[in-house]
């Protein structure tokens, strides 16, 4: 059964006067349970289209043809209000940038509870015990005390964790997924698109799945959808597409990722007197509002040589850009020392500091 039938669809957006014309003639359709990917370097039109889809076009964009069809229902000719009641039941989006697409002033819990509560009939607890179950789900540690929070309190790949769970949860007929992982570690990545399989084998929902991987939507999706400038480039089953490219374009892309490799940088001469950073027993603790504690930091203690590269790796939210924002002194540790060039920076003035920066 078809999902979304998408037909000569063209698309522009407005410079001053004139009008560019970025997405041309694309068509396809997508199947209840299938996973269509769009893959295609960035500029594309694949945002573009993704958002056309879902009746979210920017304010200088326009659809110039084509027709957008949900379930045999033309979406073109819907009126912005009817779309409204359609987006999160019917059709849901993770957007691109998780930064800005939470509302600052609310909670998470606040903003998963109201999709939930908009279209179902339940109570307080109900939500509440729903909003936990779908945290959990897409891999949020403590679930309870995260829902308390404000998006600021939160790292990109936990927002954009959120916005998945706020997509998923009710189980709409399609999701498009724009570069829905790109913020998070594999680990994630995966329970994420694992995820997105479950929904997809138990509930029938459809997946557009936008992303600039190649590699990654070849091991995911059903069917592959290349685009190049705007325009479809290749369109078929993926095992066809990553076998026997039609397109010279396509070809490059598939040698681009067999090309790939991870490197270790060798290790940088030996290591000179004095240490450039010494982290000594760094502790770091944020407040999560009643009586509430999260330990971003437990008793880190690293060296980092002069002229070495040091790498901090972890997933998101492990506490790597809070360590940084201490060894620069933005941040203030509760306990330990950070030594820069043998001076302990942590005891200096706030101008002294600053100098030092
Ligand atoms: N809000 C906008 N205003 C004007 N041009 C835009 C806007 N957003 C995207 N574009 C242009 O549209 C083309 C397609 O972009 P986009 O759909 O974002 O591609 P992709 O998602 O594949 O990276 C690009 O040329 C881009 O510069
Ligand atoms: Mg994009």
Redesign the pocket.
Known sequence: MTVLSVENLTLS?R?GREWRE?VHNVSFTLGRGEMLAFV?E????????AQAIIGLL?D??RRDGGSIRLNGEDLSQWSAKRLDSLRGARISLVPQDPGNSLNPVKTVGAQVGEILRLHQKIDKAECEQQVLALLSKVGLSHPEQRMKQFPHQLSGGMKQRVLIAIAIALRPDLIIADEPTSALDVTVQKRILDLLDVLRRESGTAVLF?THDLALAAQRADRLLV?RN?EVQEHGATADVVRAPQHAYTRQLLSDVQGQRVTIAPVSGRPLASPAIQAIGISKRFALGKGHQLQALDNVSFVVQRGSTHALVGESGSGKTTLARILLGFEQADSGQVNIDDINATSLSHEARRQLR
């Open positions: 957006y410079s970025v295609g960035s500029g594309s039109g694949k945002t573009t289209t920017a200088n964009a936008v685009f705007g």
